[in-house]
């Protein structure tokens, strides 16, 4: 069936393609890829097809064992592909916070090192800047960025504070609250000019699935990415890519045998250095790989560039619609270089985490919002429409005359906790 993604003549059969094969949005205005991507019936297909095989054949008989094998090798040939990397340049992880972790827990940094990250990180990039200051004496350099800035503004701001002490630069792609797109390459030309020890390690959350990547173009030194986000696959995978020359410098933090060249019982030890793999522990979900190489498949069969425009697009519109409404403030990044498919907007004085609910209750829209600025925050993927966004926008006008529903408290159970978490 993915095939048939591939087959479709046009990019709109393609979007209409996947818009009828992703069940969710038969009753729901899913506008939330960016927290989780729903399931398309492919993907899910591969993930049954999976769990079928080890419920009949056993999960370690020889057929079975020998098609796991094949199937890791094929996820990190397929994460290869969709980065723009080498197969051996690709760890299994559980997600991306995962693959940040091993690469800030990995490289050797030292009391006065510099870290630079930027103001509009998710948690699971700032968190670890900080242990790297609590844990490693390293000098933390927060880049305050505004969705407004353009990508030459970026840059200045890098250059203020990248310099010979710096050793670890931490961004995000696409950031999760303003979904301003950074000026990858730039930045990391700029740390690499400023010292010959500085890596950058970018958060791509927000990037797999949504807008093309080639790591070896940009010279990333390392990049970590989920499956469940804008790739649409099962929740609980991704995959860390390190550049070739870099693999040898970071310490697998955790570690098992795949971290070991050789051992005997005897005291005799040699680490596994160059093999990406080191960092991989034991056992990784059959059924998980299965969905993951699927809704890599789908994504790829869908044109990387052809995904970044419709979904640039969308926000687009939904920037000019929005606009129209009095009392709206669109908080998220507009402009043509620094634009993606996330939307966000503070509506007067509601409060976004009640409007998003209420969204849910009134319009049947998924959506999230970002506390940092009592916004709401709708991810524009290929399958939504422009009718999902105007009736996304009428509810909004809806609830800025009336207010919120009562009944829409229903539709934020631990919501709080939950944002927090993701
Ligand atoms: C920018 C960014 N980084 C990291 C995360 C956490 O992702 P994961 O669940 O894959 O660790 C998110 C989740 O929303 C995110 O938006």
Same mark, same amino acid.
């Given at each position: 069936?993915? &095939?048939?993604?591939?087959?479709?003549?046009?990019?709109?059969?393609?979007?209409?393609?996947? $818009?009828?094969? +992703?069940?969710?949005?038969?009753?729901?205005?899913?506008?939330?890829?960016?927290?989780?991507?729903?399931?398309?019936?492919?993907? *899910?297909? !591969?993930?049954?097809?999976?769990?079928?095989?080890?419920?009949?054949?056993?999960?370690?008989? @020889?057929?079975?064992?020998?098609?796991?094998?094949?199937? =890791?090798?094929?996820?990190?040939?397929? !994460?290869?592909?969709?980065?723009?990397?080498?197969?051996?340049?690709?760890?299994?992880?559980? &997600?991306?916070?995962?693959?940040?972790?091993?690469?800030?827990?990995?490289?050797?940094?030292?009391? =006065?090192?510099?870290?630079?990250?930027?103001?509009?990180?998710?948690?699971?990039?700032?968190?670890?800047?900080?242990?790297?200051?609590?844990?490693?004496?390293?000098?933390?350099?927060? #880049?305050?960025?505004? *969705?407004?800035?353009?990508? =030459?503004?970026?840059?200045?701001?890098?250059?203020?504070?990248?310099?010979?002490?710096?050793?670890?630069?931490?961004?995000?792609?696409?950031?999760?609250?303003?979904?301003?797109?950074?000026?990858?390459?730039?930045? #990391?030309?700029?740390?690499?000019?400023?010292?010959?020890?500085?890596?950058?390690?970018?958060?791509?959350?927000?990037?797999?699935?949504?807008?093309?990547?080639?790591?070896?173009?940009?010279?990333?030194?390392?990049?970590?990415?989920?499956?469940?986000?804008?790739?649409?696959?099962?929740?609980?995978?991704?995959?860390?890519?390190? @550049?070739?020359? @870099?693999? *040898?410098?970071?310490?697998?933090?955790?570690?098992?045998?795949?971290?070991?060249?050789?051992?005997?019982? &005897?005291?005799?030890?040699?680490?596994?250095?160059?093999?990406?793999?080191?960092?991989?522990?034991? +056992?990784?979900?059959?059924?998980?790989?299965?969905?993951?190489?699927?809704?890599?498949?789908?994504?790829?069969?869908?044109?990387?560039?052809?995904?970044?425009?419709?979904?640039?697009?969308?926000?687009?519109?939904?920037?000019?619609?929005?606009? $129209?409404?009095?009392?709206?403030?669109?908080?998220?990044?507009?402009?043509? %270089?620094? $634009? %993606? =498919?996330?939307?966000?907007?503070?509506?007067?004085?509601?409060?976004?985490?009640?409007? !998003?609910?209420?969204?849910?209750?009134?319009?049947?829209?998924?959506?999230? %919002?970002?506390?940092?600025?009592?916004?709401?925050?709708?991810?524009?993927?290929?399958? &939504?429409?422009?009718?999902?966004?105007?009736?996304?926008?009428?509810?909004?006008?809806?609830?800025?005359?009336?207010?919120?529903?009562?009944?829409?408290?229903?539709?934020?159970?631990?919501?709080?906790?939950? #944002?927090?978490?993701?």
């Amino acid at each position: 069936m993915v &095939n048939d993604v591939a087959h479709a003549t046009t990019h709109d059969a393609r979007w209409a393609w996947l $818009r009828a094969h +992703t069940p969710v949005l038969r009753d729901t205005v899913y506008m939330n890829c960016g927290w989780q991507g729903p399931l398309s019936e492919d993907v *899910a297909h !591969a993930m049954h097809e999976w769990i079928d095989s080890e419920l009949t054949l056993g999960p370690t008989s @020889r057929p079975l064992l020998d098609a796991r094998i094949a199937l =890791g090798a094929r996820y990190r040939e397929r !994460a290869a592909a969709l980065l723009g990397a080498d197969a051996d340049e690709i760890a299994i992880t559980d &997600n991306t916070t995962h693959g940040l972790n091993f690469v800030t827990a990995g490289l050797p940094i030292a009391p =006065g090192d510099g870290v630079v990250t930027t103001g509009v990180e998710h948690p699971s990039g700032i968190v670890p800047a900080y242990y790297l200051r609590e844990r490693r004496g390293a000098t933390l350099h927060i #880049v305050p960025l505004g *969705a407004d800035d353009s990508p =030459g503004a970026i840059i200045e701001r890098f250059a203020a504070v990248c310099d010979a002490r710096t050793r670890l630069v931490i961004i995000s792609g696409v950031s999760f609250s303003t979904g301003q797109r950074l000026p990858l390459a730039e930045i #990391v030309a700029l740390a690499h000019r400023a010292s010959p020890q500085a890596r950058v390690l970018v958060d791509g959350a927000q990037t797999a699935g949504h807008e093309p990547l080639d790591v070896h173009a940009s010279g990333v030194d390392a990049y970590a990415i989920p499956m469940h986000k804008w790739l649409c696959g099962p929740g609980g995978l991704g995959a860390l890519y390190v @550049r070739h020359d @870099r693999i *040898a410098e970071l310490e697998p933090a955790a570690v098992s045998g795949h971290a070991a060249a050789s051992y005997d019982f &005897n005291g005799n030890f040699t680490p596994e250095r160059d093999s990406i793999q080191k960092f991989e522990l034991t +056992t990784v979900s059959g059924p998980l790989l299965a969905g993951g190489v699927t809704a890599i498949d789908q994504y790829l069969a869908s044109g990387p560039l052809a995904v970044w425009d419709r979904v640039r697009a969308l926000t687009a519109l939904a920037g000019e619609r929005f606009a $129209r409404i009095p009392g709206v403030t669109v908080t998220s990044a507009q402009g043509d %270089s620094t $634009r %993606s =498919g996330l939307f966000a907007f503070q509506a007067g004085d509601l409060d976004a985490q009640l409007l !998003a609910a209420h969204l849910q209750f009134a319009a049947r829209a998924v959506c999230r %919002s970002v506390r940092e600025f009592n916004a709401v925050r709708l991810s524009l993927h290929v399958y &939504n429409t422009p009718d999902e966004i105007e009736a996304v926008a009428k509810a909004v006008e809806a609830a800025l005359t009336h207010g919120i529903a009562p009944e829409a408290a229903a539709f934020v159970p631990n919501f709080a906790r939950a #944002v927090k978490e993701t």
